[in-house]
């Protein structure tokens, strides 16, 4: 089955800096990549996400790349602010009739004001 | 999107009892998965429910321990069977929404079994 793997398990960030969380999967048949984004006590949240035909998707301050080919794919967010704060989940699926997302670990991203 | 809700939120529970847990949405959705979030932990899928027939079950989970039904398109309930401790966790519904590959997530449901 697919595996996903997240790092760092930890972040830390001076307000206005830039953060990038990083993942890998295993399974090339995975075309669907979402990012979440949850805050303690709370639901997670679908923040972007991209498929495996784009390299790359923006939406303001957030970004994720894709490569293919490395089995890798990254989220950036830039201009942190301490709002940004929470547990980020990246995720990977394979779609098309029966759909499994499967979770990295986690990336706890702190951003210090 | 759509709006999703379970009940109940929160409960506790002793060892040994069962729990069913309700997710509901407002709109007719394709997919309804059920997800175990145990505590600091990333989200690990129990099983998909399907509208009118069984559940399909991910490794580890079995229809004994947490039988799944989903009645209508817009209504599922898991059931987490003879607690114990280990069972303790936040259980989450998630819907996925038209053609679209997107998750959209229930509040989920904090389960202390004591």
């Not at chain 1, 970004?63 to 990977?92: G, M, R, W």
């Not at chain 2, 009940?7 to 175990?36: A, E, H, N």
């Not at chain 2, 936040?90 to 389960?111: A, D, H, K, M, W």
Request: hydrophobic share 30%; glycine share 6%; charged share 15%.
């Amino acid at each position: 089955g697919e595996n996903v793997e997240q790092h760092p398990s930890t972040l830390s960030v001076q307000e206005g800096d830039s953060a990038v969380i990083k993942c890998t999967y295993s399974d090339s048949a995975s075309n669907y990549f979402p990012w979440y984004k949850q805050e303690l006590g709370k639901r997670p949240q679908l923040i972007i996400d991209i498929r495996s035909n784009v390299g790359e998707k923006k939406d303001q301050r957030i970004a994720v790349t894709l490569n293919k080919t490395a089995k890798h794919f990254s989220l950036h967010i830039t201009e942190t602010q301490p709002e940004d704060s929470a547990v980020y989940f990246c995720a990977a699926s394979i779609t098309g009739g029966y759909q499994k997302v499967t979770f990295g670990t986690g990336t706890k991203l702190q951003v210090i004001p | 999107s759509a709006v999703i809700s379970q009940k109940p939120s929160r409960d506790i529970c002793q060892r040994g009892t069962s729990l069913t847990i309700q997710c509901q949405v407002d709109s007719q959705v394709t997919m309804m998965f059920w997800y175990r979030q145990q505590p600091g932990q990333s989200l690990t899928l129990i099983a998909t429910a399907n509208q009118g027939s069984e559940a399909t079950y991910e490794s580890g989970f079995v229809i004994d321990k947490f039988p799944i039904s989903r009645p209508n398109l817009t209504f599922s309930t898991l059931t987490v069977s003879n607690m114990s401790p280990e069972d303790s966790s936040i259980y989450l519904c998630s819907v996925q929404v038209g053609l679209t590959y997107e998750q959209y997530f229930g509040p989920g449901t904090r389960l202390t079994v004591t």
